[in-house]
């Protein structure tokens, strides 16, 4: 296991990014990966940004990542895939959730929320590859919104080496029992919408 490979996952408050950086570090670990996480909450519990580092290589120094190197940006929000863009590596793949939640400032009247086609213009800049999930969408087609997050490792998880049982028994391990099969269920769904089987 020589090759090494950056995450960085975006979220606002409450959207499960720390639960899915917790289970991506999992995996990475269960592939036989040296693996280290770093997080930063912010404004976490008022809506605000909250991002996760999470490396895998034979063998990872620091847990943060370099400005411009991430490999894979998984964003919860359209907003946050803008934020944090930058720190992708030129033609590096990124997963944007099409979810967009209007920040305080939007809502107050005193900023706009830019619109789809200026995103995917930037978004184009700097992605070799971007992938939109219908998240939201999905995860309340399985009866809760808040399995968004797992539908978005579910995608992400397409993108890896890594066989889908390992990430299927991480989550199993790592979400209360009563929702272990609504987990496995949008895991699943997140790896259909990428790869459009069913």
Same mark, same amino acid.
């Given at each position: 296991?020589?090759?090494?490979?950056?995450?960085?996952?975006?979220?606002?408050?409450?959207?499960?990014?720390?639960?899915?950086?917790?289970?991506?570090?999992?995996?990475?670990?269960?592939?036989?990966?040296?693996?280290?996480?770093?997080?930063?909450?912010?404004?976490?519990?008022?809506?605000?940004?909250?991002?996760?580092?999470?490396?895998?290589?034979?063998?990872?120094?620091?847990?943060? $990542?370099?400005? /411009?190197?991430?490999?894979?940006?998984?964003?919860? #929000?359209?907003?946050?895939? &803008?934020?944090? =863009? +930058? @720190?992708?590596?030129?033609?590096?793949?990124?997963?944007?959730?099409?979810?967009?939640?209007?920040?305080?400032?939007?809502?107050?009247?005193?900023?706009?929320?830019?619109?789809?086609?200026?995103?995917?213009?930037?978004?184009?800049?700097?992605?070799?590859?971007?992938?939109?999930?219908?998240?939201?969408?999905?995860?309340?087609?399985?009866?809760?919104?808040?399995?968004?997050?797992? $539908?978005?490792? /579910?995608?992400?998880?397409?993108?890896?080496?890594? #066989?889908?049982?390992?990430? &299927?028994?991480? =989550? +199993? @391990?790592?979400?209360?029992?009563?929702?272990?099969?609504?987990?496995?269920?949008?895991?699943?769904?997140?790896?259909?919408?990428?790869?459009?089987?069913?």
């Amino acid at each position: 296991m020589t090759q090494k490979t950056d995450f960085l996952l975006a979220g606002v408050g409450g959207q499960g990014t720390l639960l899915a950086s917790n289970i991506l570090a999992e995996v990475g670990l269960r592939a036989g990966y040296d693996v280290k996480k770093s997080e930063v909450h912010g404004m976490a519990q008022r809506g605000g940004s909250v991002t996760s580092h999470v490396r895998w290589a034979e063998k990872v120094y620091s847990p943060l $990542i370099g400005q /411009g190197e991430v490999d894979y940006l998984v964003a919860f #929000e359209r907003l946050e895939a &803008l934020r944090y =863009i +930058e @720190q992708l590596r030129p033609g590096g793949t990124l997963l944007v959730s099409e979810h967009g939640i209007p920040p305080i400032s939007v809502t107050a009247g005193k900023d706009q929320y830019p619109t789809t086609e200026q995103m995917i213009h930037t978004f184009d800049q700097v992605a070799g590859t971007v992938i939109w999930i219908p998240s939201i969408k999905l995860a309340e087609e399985l009866g809760n919104a808040r399995v968004h997050n797992i $539908i978005m490792l /579910g995608a992400l998880s397409t993108q890896l080496n890594v #066989e889908e049982q390992v990430w &299927l028994e991480i =989550i +199993e @391990q790592r979400v209360p029992a009563r929702f272990i099969e609504l987990n496995k269920k949008a895991f699943q769904r997140g790896r259909e919408v990428v790869t459009g089987h069913q």
